[in-house]
Nanobody, 123 residues
Framework: VQLQASGGGSVQAGGSLRLSCASS????????VGWFRQAPGKGRAFVASINWGTRSTFYDQSVKGRFTISKDSAENTVFLQMNSLKPEDTAVYYC?????????????????WGQGTQVTVSS
């Protein structure tokens, strides 16, 4: 399975974007799909994740209440709706998958990384 993130862009603070993570194949119910981001000069950081079977979700505290992760089973796609964007949300956003709980946040636990999509928020 290959994952591909898309939907990034440039917005002003307070704006919204919706990112998509499309899978090249079927995603199994035991899989959790996570969104991560990497700002210039920083490591890859967990943003949010969703379990494909249970729809359980988990968010980093920095985005809770502003970002919403969801999935479309028919399209094998995971979405990240980002509202009330802040300049500190500026980063390259990636999606990846693991077999297991959505509460696992370490990027080393995830695989099937695709190319990222740039999100730039100006003040």
């Amino acid at each position: 399975v290959q994952l591909q993130a898309s939907g990034g862009g440039s917005v002003q603070a307070g704006g919204s974007l919706r990112l998509s993570c499309a899978s090249s194949g079927r995603i199994f119910s035991s899989t959790s799909v996570g969104w991560f981001r990497q700002a210039p000069g920083k490591g890859r950081a967990f943003v949010a994740s969703i379990n494909w079977g249970t729809r359980s979700t988990f968010y980093d505290q920095s985005v809770k209440g502003r970002f919403t992760i969801s999935k479309d089973s028919a399209e094998n796609t995971v979405f990240l709706q980002m509202n009330s964007l802040k300049p500190e949300d500026t980063a390259v956003y990636y999606c990846a998958a693991l077999t297991g709980s959505p509460y696992i946040t370490g990027p080393n636990n995830y695989k099937n990384w695709g190319q990222g999509t740039q999100v730039t928020v100006s003040s």
